[in-house]
């Protein structure tokens, strides 16, 4: 089954720009046959235990748990 067909009746997919992947106000991705590549920025000083991911079949989350203190907005 090619891609195409795999996609039949899906509903929610984004549409892919030229490159493949798009530049949002929180995130950015992009896309290749092989591989996604998600960029959340964080604050600066943002360890790892502040971050919650969460990968799935049919999501993906990324939650900053608790901001690093006096960090400023990416």
Do not use: H, W
Not at 47 to 56: D, H, N, P
Request: a negative charge; charged letters at 20%.
């Amino acid at each position: 089954m090619s891609l195409i067909e795999a996609q039949k009746g899906m509903t929610d997919l984004l549409p892919c720009s030229d490159q493949c992947g798009g530049v949002y106000e929180t995130y950015s991705f992009s896309q290749n046959d092989t591989e996604v590549v998600v960029t959340v920025p964080l604050p600066s000083g943002t360890t790892a235990k502040q971050v919650r991911v969460e990968i799935g079949t049919t999501k993906l989350l990324i939650a900053l748990l608790k901001p690093p203190s006096g960090a400023a907005e990416p």
